[in-house]
């Protein structure tokens, strides 16, 4: 091999992308990423970077087997233009931790916050700061436990200013001392929201990819908090617009929110009045075997879900919890070219155990590099204890033995193509199909099984998120074996193990197909239901989906419909084309739709690939 020559190749590669980029000419390239704005100076800048960071990891960083197998279509490493800097994908951060023992964000020391007010304003900036330190994801895991102690010092607050008043001895001091507590949560629910969504504090001018987990909390505070939290995302932005983020997920537990006479059910229905106007809260399923599996009676160990669907639970090196923990990084493979390589089922499975194992290798070799990081490159997210085990550690230490707490995940797109290059059906349309497909996703669970045991790291398999990547592994395919019915004729493959968006089944059958595939994928995993219309005066049939998937094995779900608002006058409501009540024209009607797991209002930033995979997804009556 001409090593120079290869490298060459490379850089003049890189220079035709940047040429792109700066040109505008290949929107794909510009649009990977749907929440990034490629046109504005950061964004633009932060592409370049990204290009040039890409570059380095593959020409410098990856083994020279690991490329090859790039170069052929066969897998993919995620945030490679995040590789050199060696930091980890997410984190589920403990958010009460952090404020009841204060941070430092570097420019000086934050102590404990004294209501609610400050509590979440506090929250904002520990979503800020750590978005520094991680590409992927942030999120809080026990947001209703965490901040209800500063609903309750709110409360007193109020109680002991009331106490300074010359009132009448009949005066209900507490009741008015809770309904000026109650107007400080909403306030400060409103005021985080609005945060979370005018943060550009992330690579490419981008808001932090916020998650937040809740439900469980039946405390008068906790209760208190997720009812003005849902009250004001009803209320969305300031003029009117849908929240992008955070990412809101509702934890469903039978006994605690699920039943007419559990002390949250009141809280569930409002979940699902908001989810109907709002699409978010998602759904996570508590009561599921492989969740449920971890609780222990503790707001700790409940099991929670990350943006559009990262889970982080089991653990071989420390406590099973999310707590402090999150992805160190994960790995996709193309399952439709592997198919269309093999002659047979069986040569089919000796491929994807030569690529899991090379998969597993290069996960590992990911690791070494993060792990000869110090404390002192991340110091947020080390130095404050946000990473479980970190707060004890020297700023020169490597991070070699916390990280073990984190996961590394195997992830794969095109499970419906795949099976139709190996039976003409996919497992939508045929049990046959179905079974095959349940027997490839639990071969590949039990080879990273195997991995776990063999290399003591928490080797786990995850439904990939693909956005860019599934237009990227098609066009290839595409170029090299035709066009193909079923299988390469669309620019996207299907992510993970979904049925294909095209395909008309009904949403209790798509509910059905999908839910055995949750369990086997224990990094993450999501169902979606796509509607045909406005859900905000049909919470009922919201109600039955999400029992649905209660009932079937889903451990992470949520409903799509579409949310649209005129940006003219602001009528909300399903609009086909132009506005019903202004006349104002399509481009002036805002569209909220849901890509890969979170939301969008402007499809024109979305990629050619996700555009048509948007346009052909069958809506269910």
């Given at each position: 091999m001409n090593t120079s020559l290869d490298i060459a190749s490379a850089s003049d590669k890189l220079t035709c992308s940047l040429h792109e980029i700066i040109d505008g000419g290949n929107k794909d390239l510009m649009q990977e990423n749907a929440n990034v704005d490629g046109r504005s100076p950061m964004g633009m800048m932060g592409k370049m970077a990204s290009e040039s960071a890409r570059w380095y990891a593959v020409e410098r960083l990856l083994s020279p087997d690991v490329r090859q197998a790039m170069d052929n279509n066969l897998l993919y490493p995620h945030d490679l233009d995040f590789y050199a800097s060696g930091t980890t994908t997410c984190c589920q951060i403990p958010l009460g931790k952090l404020?009841?023992?204060?941070?430092?964000?570097?420019?000086?020391?934050?102590?404990?916050?004294?209501d609610i007010k400050s509590a979440l304003a506090l929250a904002s900036i520990i979503l800020q700061a750590n978005q520094n330190q991680q590409h992927g994801g942030q999120a809080y895991p026990m947001f209703d436990y965490d901040l209800a102690p500063y609903v309750r010092k709110t409360y007193e607050r109020h109680m002991r200013y009331i106490a300074t008043l010359p009132l009448d001895p009949s005066f209900d001091t507490e009741a008015e001392a809770w309904r000026l507590a109650e107007r400080d949560v909403y306030q400060a629910c409103e005021a985080f929201i609005h945060n979370a969504n005018s943060m550009h504090s992330r690579g490419g001018g981008q808001v932090p990819f916020i998650s937040i987990n809740y439900g469980t909390d039946t405390s008068v505070e906790g209760r208190m908090l997720m009812r003005q939290l849902l009250l004001a995302t009803q209320a969305g932005l300031g003029k009117g617009e849908t929240p992008i983020f955070p990412i809101q997920i509702f934890k469903v537990k039978t006994g605690v929110n699920f039943e007419p006479e559990d002390p949250n059910y009141d809280i569930y229905l409002l979940a699902l009045e908001t989810t109907a106007q709002r699409l978010f809260p998602n759904f996570a399923f508590l009561d599921a075997t492989f969740n449920a599996q971890y609780y222990d009676g503790t707001a700790e160990s409940e099991a929670c879900y990350m943006g559009c669907r990262t889970r982080v639970m089991g653990n071989v090196n420390g406590k099973e919890t999310a707590l402090g923990r999150g992805n160190l990084s994960f790995t996709s493979l193309n399952l439709v070219r592997l198919a269309l390589l093999s002659a047979n089922v069986s040569d089919f499975f000796q491929r994807l155990d030569e690529l899991l194992s090379l998969s597993v290798k290069q996960l590992l070799e990911r690791y070494e590099y993060q792990a000869k990081k110090q404390v002192q490159d991340f110091a947020f997210l080390?130095?404050?204890?946000?990473?479980?085990?970190?707060?004890?550690?020297?700023?020169?230490?490597?991070?070699r033995e916390v990280l073990k707490e984190g996961t590394l995940s195997v992830g794969f797109i095109g499970l419906a193509e795949a099976l139709v290059a190996l039976t003409g059906e996919h497992h939508g349309q045929s049990e046959a199909a179905w079974k095959l497909g349940l027997r490839i996703v639990s071969h590949m669970r039990k080879r990273m099984d195997e991995a776990t045991d063999a290399t003591g790291m928490n080797m786990t398999l995850i439904a990939t998120p693909a956005e860019g990547l599934s237009g990227k592994f098609t066009h290839k395919d595409r170029a090299e074996f035709g066009c193909r019915e079923g299988i390469t004729d669309r620019n996207y493959y299907t992510n993970s193990f979904h049925v294909?968006?095209?395909?008309d089944v009904k949403a209790y059958d798509k509910i059905v197909i999908e839910g055995p595939f949750h369990e086997l994928c224990n990094a993450g995993h999501i169902t979606y239901?796509?509607?045909?219309g406005s859900a905000k005066a049909n919470t009922r049939a919201l109600n039955q989906l999400i029992r649905a998937m209660a009932a079937n094995g889903i451990g992470y779900g949520s409903i799509n419909h579409p949310v649209d608002r005129c940006r003219a006058c602001g009528?909300?409501?399903?609009?086909?084309e132009d506005c019903p009540v202004c006349g104002s024209p399509g481009d002036q009607i805002e569209r909220i739709r849901r890509i890969t797991g979170y939301l969008v209002g402007d499809m024109n930033k979305w990629n050619s690939a996700k555009r048509s995979e948007e346009s052909e997804r069958v809506k269910h009556g």
């Amino acid at each position: 091999m001409n090593t120079s020559l290869d490298i060459a190749s490379a850089s003049d590669k890189l220079t035709c992308s940047l040429h792109e980029i700066i040109d505008g000419g290949n929107k794909d390239l510009m649009q990977e990423n749907a929440n990034v704005d490629g046109r504005s100076p950061m964004g633009m800048m932060g592409k370049m970077a990204s290009e040039s960071a890409r570059w380095y990891a593959v020409e410098r960083l990856l083994s020279p087997d690991v490329r090859q197998a790039m170069d052929n279509n066969l897998l993919y490493p995620h945030d490679l233009d995040f590789y050199a800097s060696g930091t980890t994908t997410c984190c589920q951060i403990p958010l009460g931790k952090l404020l009841r023992l204060g941070f430092n964000t570097g420019h000086g020391h934050m102590r404990e916050p004294q209501d609610i007010k400050s509590a979440l304003a506090l929250a904002s900036i520990i979503l800020q700061a750590n978005q520094n330190q991680q590409h992927g994801g942030q999120a809080y895991p026990m947001f209703d436990y965490d901040l209800a102690p500063y609903v309750r010092k709110t409360y007193e607050r109020h109680m002991r200013y009331i106490a300074t008043l010359p009132l009448d001895p009949s005066f209900d001091t507490e009741a008015e001392a809770w309904r000026l507590a109650e107007r400080d949560v909403y306030q400060a629910c409103e005021a985080f929201i609005h945060n979370a969504n005018s943060m550009h504090s992330r690579g490419g001018g981008q808001v932090p990819f916020i998650s937040i987990n809740y439900g469980t909390d039946t405390s008068v505070e906790g209760r208190m908090l997720m009812r003005q939290l849902l009250l004001a995302t009803q209320a969305g932005l300031g003029k009117g617009e849908t929240p992008i983020f955070p990412i809101q997920i509702f934890k469903v537990k039978t006994g605690v929110n699920f039943e007419p006479e559990d002390p949250n059910y009141d809280i569930y229905l409002l979940a699902l009045e908001t989810t109907a106007q709002r699409l978010f809260p998602n759904f996570a399923f508590l009561d599921a075997t492989f969740n449920a599996q971890y609780y222990d009676g503790t707001a700790e160990s409940e099991a929670c879900y990350m943006g559009c669907r990262t889970r982080v639970m089991g653990n071989v090196n420390g406590k099973e919890t999310a707590l402090g923990r999150g992805n160190l990084s994960f790995t996709s493979l193309n399952l439709v070219r592997l198919a269309l390589l093999s002659a047979n089922v069986s040569d089919f499975f000796q491929r994807l155990d030569e690529l899991l194992s090379l998969s597993v290798k290069q996960l590992l070799e990911r690791y070494e590099y993060q792990a000869k990081k110090q404390v002192q490159d991340f110091a947020f997210l080390m130095k404050q204890g946000v990473w479980r085990g970190s707060e004890a550690l020297r700023a020169e230490e490597e991070l070699r033995e916390v990280l073990k707490e984190g996961t590394l995940s195997v992830g794969f797109i095109g499970l419906a193509e795949a099976l139709v290059a190996l039976t003409g059906e996919h497992h939508g349309q045929s049990e046959a199909a179905w079974k095959l497909g349940l027997r490839i996703v639990s071969h590949m669970r039990k080879r990273m099984d195997e991995a776990t045991d063999a290399t003591g790291m928490n080797m786990t398999l995850i439904a990939t998120p693909a956005e860019g990547l599934s237009g990227k592994f098609t066009h290839k395919d595409r170029a090299e074996f035709g066009c193909r019915e079923g299988i390469t004729d669309r620019n996207y493959y299907t992510n993970s193990f979904h049925v294909p968006v095209y395909y008309d089944v009904k949403a209790y059958d798509k509910i059905v197909i999908e839910g055995p595939f949750h369990e086997l994928c224990n990094a993450g995993h999501i169902t979606y239901v796509e509607l045909d219309g406005s859900a905000k005066a049909n919470t009922r049939a919201l109600n039955q989906l999400i029992r649905a998937m209660a009932a079937n094995g889903i451990g992470y779900g949520s409903i799509n419909h579409p949310v649209d608002r005129c940006r003219a006058c602001g009528h909300h409501d399903t609009i086909e084309e132009d506005c019903p009540v202004c006349g104002s024209p399509g481009d002036q009607i805002e569209r909220i739709r849901r890509i890969t797991g979170y939301l969008v209002g402007d499809m024109n930033k979305w990629n050619s690939a996700k555009r048509s995979e948007e346009s052909e997804r069958v809506k269910h009556g």
